[in-house]
């Protein structure tokens, strides 16, 4: 499932006609930049949701075929926040153990690397998996500590944790984490994430390959200039 839903506040103007997900980089947009990657790596059923515009998003990628997969969409009249959409979309994922990408990051993440997880949480063993990144200027602080493959803490003090790291918006999950979840209502993920890891069923990895939150019109523009420069040299 790729987010897609947020109405891109800080991005304004430019997602006052465009919504964020569709906002292009390196000649692409960013949803198109996940696509590719995830049918590269496997994943030919995608389900997006979408709110602010979304009729726009549709239009752009159609029933994904233009793409090498299959595209459903979860039309939400407003966002629904992270956990309210993945549960308003489940009736369209059709597997107990999921995906969930970001549609406003961009990301160079190998998603095959997501097999073993997917087949852990498949197993029971957990209800989450989460990638996690180096802390970027924006926020500093970090969201959990990894250690040795489990996410284990998510206090935020006053002073940054040197093993603290920042959620990518890249995770694996049970549907059962969304059980209580009411489809059609406004939820955060967090408090999900946070009862997951209390109970010890939350694991995660490192990924220090580039990542990037697109959240001004400023870091769009440098992330667009240098794929550009990348792609042609």
């Known amino acids: 499932m790729i987010l897609a839903a947020g109405r891109g506040e800080r ?10 997900p569709l906002l292009v980089v390196g000649g692409k947009p960013l949803l198109v930049w996940h696509i590719e990657r995830l049918r590269a790596a496997g994943f030919t059923h995608i389900v997006i949701n979408h709110a602010h515009l979304g009729e726009q998003i549709e239009s ?32 369209l994922i059709d597997a107990e153990v999921f995906t969930v ?29 989460l990638v ?22 998510t206090d935020i003090p006053l002073t940054p944790h040197p093993s603290r790291l920042t959620f990518s918006g890249i995770g694996v999950y049970h549907r059962a984490l969304f059980a209580l979840t009411p489809a059609g209502e406004k939820a955060p993920l967090a408090p999900l994430l946070r009862l997951a890891i209390e ?14 939150d697109v959240g001004t019109p400023a870091r769009l523009a440098t992330l667009d200039e240098e794929l550009r420069q990348h792609h042609a040299a």
């Open 199 to 212: 109970a010890g069923r939350a694991s995660g990895e490192h990924y220090a390959g580039r990542w990037e």
């Open 60 to 91: 752009a990628l159609g029933n994904g075929a233009e793409f090498g997969v299959s595209i459903e969409y979860s039309r939400e009249v407003s966002a629904l926040e992270t956990a309210g959409g993945i549960a308003t979309a489940l009736p």
């Open 11 to 20: 991005m304004r103007p430019l997602t006052d006609h465009t919504p964020k």
């Open 101 to 129: 990408v970001n549609g406003d990051i961009y990301c160079e993440y190998d998603f095959s690397r997501l097999a073993e997880p997917m087949a852990r949480l498949a197993a029971g063993h957990d209800q989450t998996h």
């Open 132 to 153: 996690l990144v180096d802390n970027p200027p924006q926020h500093p602080k970090g969201d959990f500590v990894l250690d040795d493959g489990r996410v284990t803490n």
